[in-house]
């Protein structure tokens, strides 16, 4: 059997044999690591970190892979496992930047501009910069939106939250971005 025709629930069924689960987190790997490291890098930016936090994910789901119950698709399961990792990683680094400056701002500045792997067209990098200036919710579910291209119903079972809230949070976060591209010469006015 393929890995493409490898079905999520076989996987699971070896993640939660603890005869199997080292095999079963091979094939999830296998499947699932390159959309969930994008996902985690938009999040946290930069390449190593994407990496760290993409291990803490698979140790995550390895370890509570039989609290998985199927309620949602797999990969939905992981992207809010991923998301929450992220999000908690976000929320670690800025409390110790709070600790190191004293309280001090630093601003977020994209990312992926200083990332050797990046040579984007100066459209990209200024859409980057808007989506950082973005509040974190606002921001997540643009990225959800805008670059997975998830429908709301799917952000509502990853975010645990309505499809309005979402939808009024997408709207604000679109037109911030619009603005700061306006703004920046981007989009013509």
Not at 27 to 34: D, G, I, R, T, W
Not at 53 to 69: G, I, N, S, T
Not at 156 to 177: D, M, N, P, Q, R
Request: charged share 30%.
């Amino acid at each position: 059997m393929s890995l493409a025709t490898m079905s999520d629930a076989h996987i699971v069924q070896l993640l939660q044999d603890r005869k199997q689960a080292a095999e079963g987190l091979r094939l999830l790997m296998a499947k699932y690591q390159e959309r969930l490291y994008w996902l985690v890098r938009q999040i946290v930016g930069g390449h190593d970190d994407a990496n760290d936090v993409l291990q803490e994910v698979f140790v995550k789901v390895y370890k509570c892979a039989d609290q998985f119950e199927g309620r949602s698709s797999l990969y939905t399961w992981l992207y809010r496992i991923a998301t929450n990792e992220a999000l908690g990683f976000l929320r670690k680094q800025k409390r110790q930047r709070n600790l190191l400056l004293d309280d001090e701002d630093i601003g977020g500045v994209c990312k992926l501009e200083a990332d050797s792997w990046f040579d984007e067209e100066t459209a990209y990098r200024v859409l980057c910069e808007a989506i950082e200036r973005l509040p974190q919710k606002q921001k997540l579910v643009f990225q959800m939106r805008y670059f997975d291209e998830m429908s709301y119903q799917q952000m509502s079972e990853v975010l645990g939250t309505s499809v309005g809230a979402l939808k009024a949070s997408f709207h604000h976060a679109a037109k911030k971005v619009e603005a700061h591209l306006r703004a920046s010469e981007i989009l013509s006015r």
